[in-house]
């Protein structure tokens, strides 16, 4: 399945995960060290390569059903650049495959574009790679890497300009709609939990379902969507 424009790393604690990590950048040996470590404490297989053309060769029917996740390196690129390689990604990758944004500066401001885009979290030049195993696990589990202030301000935003019209909430359960409104906040998974004394999985079903009433694809349509109806 490798392609030639892309590096593989095996060298993970369980070679049998599902689904890979792809890094895409030009930083070579920046993105090797980051794939050798990102192996040994995800389990996952990384492949490294230069370019978001690479992925969509990479992603075929053999990855079909696993949980993908690119990394986008952002070092020494413009707003603008990055925006249109997210626009490139299109929704037939972004529909196989989860994309975050790594090396972010924070003076960019590029979480509310990148958001609406597809992104499904941020990893900035500060960051040590130490958080990125959390982060992905969490990307990977269906929720957002972003923090609450970014969320809030994407969320305000959005329904200022009136994203979306408002629409008839009676298809949600009173649990739906609560669940929903913790997560147009920014709770996470294991929080609802805990608050509402169930359990993750139960909440995982809940949103869910929450999803498919309202017609969202992610976290983020969902809580613009209570923004603007609930």
């Known amino acids: ?13 369980n070679s049998s995960t599902n689904g890979f990590i792809y890094i895409v950048g030009s930083g070579k040996l ?19 390569g230069e370019d978001l053309h690479s992925i969509q060769k990479m992603v075929d029917d053999d990855s079909e059903g696993k949980s993908n996740l690119v990394l986008l390196d952002c ?9 249109g390689e997210l626009e490139a990604c299109g929704p037939e990758l972004l529909s196989r495959v989860f994309v975050a944004l790594f090396n972010v500066d924070p003076s960019l401001r ?13 990893f900035y030049e500060q960051d040590s790679l130490d958080r990125f195993p959390k982060g992905i696990d969490t990307i990977l589990g269906g929720e957002l890497w ?16 009136g994203s979306f019209p408002n629409r008839d909430t009676t298809g949600l359960t009173p649990r739906e709609i609560e669940i929903l409104a913790m997560v147009a906040v920014g709770a996470k998974n294991e929080e609802i939990a805990e608050k509402l004394c169930i ?20 976290r983020l349509q969902a809580a613009l969507w209570a923004a603007n109806n609930l």
């Open 75 to 83: 070092q020494g690129k413009s707003l603008e650049r990055l925006l």
């Open 146 to 161: 972003v923090s609450r202030q970014i969320m809030c301000k994407c969320i305000l935003k959005q329904k200022r300009i």
């Open 110 to 122: 590029i979480e509310q574009e990148a958001l609406v885009r597809g992104a499904r979290g941020f």
């Open 199 to 218: 359990s993750p999985h139960t909440v995982k079903t809940h949103i869910y379902n929450i999803f498919k009433k309202i017609d969202v694809p992610n």
């Open 30 to 48: 920046q993105n090797e060290l980051m794939a050798f470590f990102l192996d040994q404490l995800t389990g996952m297989k990384s492949l490294t």
């Open 1 to 13: 399945m490798a392609n030639s424009d892309f590096t593989q790393h095996e060298e993970g604690l």
